[in-house]
């Protein structure tokens, strides 16, 4: 029989993950804050359910994919959750960035109702999640990766299972860490190259082909010289994985020097007003400390 499917939390990542999760033709309940996105999942053949815990109970895997960890704490074990709607054998999966700690807390107390749990973030952004190409890393139970890797190979090209409980979330923490360095030094070498002389769209062609190469000076320039600042992935996301890089590393005692700085620069967004802005945007930032706008003559 069909493993039936659920999934919890449809922005803008999840509602496109759960997508491609019906197109490989998965029966599918979905459940949202929202009702939009659920209307809009309804009408390509999904269910909805009222609840965490419906949704629980009626399928053999839950998926979440949530803001913040007490987002995913309260939806998977406060009031009428998915922990109420446990069943054994279910098998559930986070597509959220948390607190590694805190994933490894939620396994445990769903393995006491017999279900085993994987902490399963995501990266690629929203055009990721729409083609299906996300990287995505996997802590927990090699059984249980096992027995969904067919549903994750349906949202994502590269899956990796790094260990156990709390794994995957780390893989996510470093993943910003080198995620949101690219984005800062994208913005500074951009303005940096106008305000000193030199066409930034040249010097962006000049430097990708050699060791500056890299995902975000391939893929987010064009939007900025366009003028397009929407997300993508917002800054304000990328600020609270920050947050959760920096209370992982002082948990373990770890100096995370330019990390500090990056999570201050986006803090930085926020207070300037951008927090739905994409995460390349802190180029803001940095063009309000340098006094010149990318374009700028």
């Known amino acids: 029989m069909e493993m039936r499917i659920g999934y919890i939390g449809l922005g803008l990542m999840g509602k496109s993950i759960a997508k491609n999760i019906l197109k ?9 804050r929202s009702q939009a996105a659920i209307d809009e999942l309804v009408s390509e053949g999904a269910q909805s359910a009222s609840s965490p815990r419906q949704v629980a109970q009626s399928v053999d895997v ?19 959750g998915i922990i109420e709607g446990a069943h054994p054998g279910l098998i559930y999966v986070d597509n959220s960035t948390i607190k590694p700690a805190k994933a490894r807390e939620i396994a445990a107390r769903l393995a006491e109702k017999e279900v085993m749990a994987l902490d399963a973030p995501v990266s690629g952004g929203d055009i ?34 790094v260990g156990d409980s709390g794994a995957g979330q780390i893989a996510k923490a470093a993943n910003q860490i ?47 010289f366009a003028g397009n600042r929407l997300p993508g ?10 947050t959760i890089v920096m209370e992982t590393a002082r948990e373990y005692g770890i100096p995370l020097p330019s990390a500090a700085i990056h999570a201050q620069l986006y803090q930085a967004m926020l207070n300037l007003g951008m927090r739905d802005l994409d995460n390349s945007a802190v180029i803001g930032v940095i063009e309000t400390l340098a006094h010149h706008q990318l374009g700028e003559k």
């Open 62 to 80: 839950v998926f979440t994919n949530l803001p913040d960890t007490p987002d995913v704490e309260m939806v998977v074990l406060g009031k009428d």
């Open 24 to 32: 490989a033709g998965y029966p599918l309940v979905v459940h949202n």
């Open 128 to 161: 990721g999640a729409r083609n299906g190409t996300l990287a995505i890393m996997v802590g927990g139970e090699a059984e249980a990766l096992n027995k969904v890797m067919p549903v994750l190979q349906a949202t994502g090209k590269t899956i990796t299972h």
């Open 233 to 242: 992935f917002k800054a304000y996301m990328q600020a609270k994985d920050l």
């Open 178 to 224: 080198m995620v949101a360095a690219q984005m800062v030094a994208m913005g500074e070498l951009l303005i940096f190259a106008e305000k000193a002389g030199a066409d930034p769209q040249k010097v962006v062609e000049a430097i990708k082909g050699g060791a500056a190469q890299c995902w975000t000076l391939d893929v987010k320039p064009p939007r900025l």
